[in-house]
């Protein structure tokens, strides 16, 4: 694809791949699809042109076609599975159902000695249980961590099962959890976030909870962050005692 600059007369080439994410992102799915289709079924085509295809394909509505696209890369690498867990948690922003579908297709082919496959298809079972209320996915993800040594040095392992904890009810363990991951990581701004809402919804420190929203904000202002830190301002403080 070639475009003529007349004020400058100079001639870029564009790579399909590139016009097609430009595509993508101008909310063309299908011109995008169309674009990338040659080089996408074509043998031999990268990693990235193909998972391109499978979002275009996905964008458009045609998640199954994408995932029969993508499916045979699944046995390659660990690489290959982790990209098909981002496109899930794509696909679940706007179709639950259809992201649970993918997923599935995925778990005969998670390699269970990839702690980075294993904890990542936790979240999203975790998430998938939040979307649709599917008791299986919260039980498939806890089986997922059992499976995993304790601990990660990044403090994301943590994280994660704090995150599975607080949905099956469990807050204390939860707020360890997240404890853990911030003293691994002060860093770690979901555990951050998630931990300042666990102390406003138990009753907890609300100061350490506002110190907690605030970091997170101030380096991610993302509508749940967002949330959390109204949720902490709006708490109720204990009345002030009286001076004699």
């Given at each position: 694809f070639f475009f003529n600059d007349t004020a400058t007369t100079e001639i870029y080439l564009f790579p399909y791949t590139t016009l097609s994410d430009l595509l993508l992102r101008q909310g063309q799915p299908a011109l995008a699809a169309e674009y990338l289709a040659a080089q996408a079924t074509e043998p031999g085509a990268s990693l990235d042109t193909d998972l391109l295809y499978a979002r275009a394909l996905n964008a458009g509505g045609r998640i199954d076609a994408a995932a029969d696209h993508l499916r045979p890369r699944l046995g390659e690498s660990s690489a290959s599975r982790l990209r098909w867990l981002q496109l899930g948690f794509e696909i679940s922003d706007s179709d639950p159902a259809a992201a649970?579908?993918?997923?599935?297709?995925?778990?005969?082919?998670?390699?269970?000695?990839?702690?980075?496959?294993?904890?990542?298809?936790?979240?999203?079972?975790?998430?998938?249980?939040?979307?649709?209320?599917?008791?299986?996915?919260?039980?498939?993800?806890?089986?997922?961590?059992?499976?995993?040594?304790?601990?990660?040095?990044?403090?994301?392992?943590?994280?994660?099962?704090?995150?599975i904890a607080e949905l099956q009810g469990q807050t204390e363990m939860a707020r360890r959890q997240y404890e853990a991951a911030l003293a691994a990581d002060p860093g770690r701004l979901t555990s951050a976030n998630n931990l300042a809402n666990l102390?406003?919804?138990?009753?907890?420190?609300?100061e350490?909870?506002?110190?907690?929203?605030?970091?997170?904000?101030?380096?991610?202002?993302?509508?749940?962050?967002?949330?959390?830190?109204?949720?902490?301002?709006?708490?109720?403080?204990?009345?002030?005692?009286?001076?004699?």
């Open positions: 649970g579908r993918w997923i599935d297709d995925l778990v005969p082919y998670v390699d269970r000695s990839k702690f980075e496959e294993i904890e990542t298809l936790a979240r999203m079972q975790g998430r998938l249980f939040r979307l649709t209320g599917d008791t299986g996915r919260l039980e498939a993800a806890a089986e997922l961590l059992d499976g995993l040594p304790a601990t990660g040095a990044s403090g994301s392992r943590n994280e994660t099962r704090g995150m102390l406003v919804t138990t009753g907890g420190d609300l350490r909870a506002l110190a907690l929203a605030t970091a997170a904000t101030a380096s991610n202002v993302s509508a749940e962050f967002l949330d959390t830190l109204a949720a902490v301002q709006a708490a109720p403080r204990p009345a002030a005692s009286a001076s004699i």
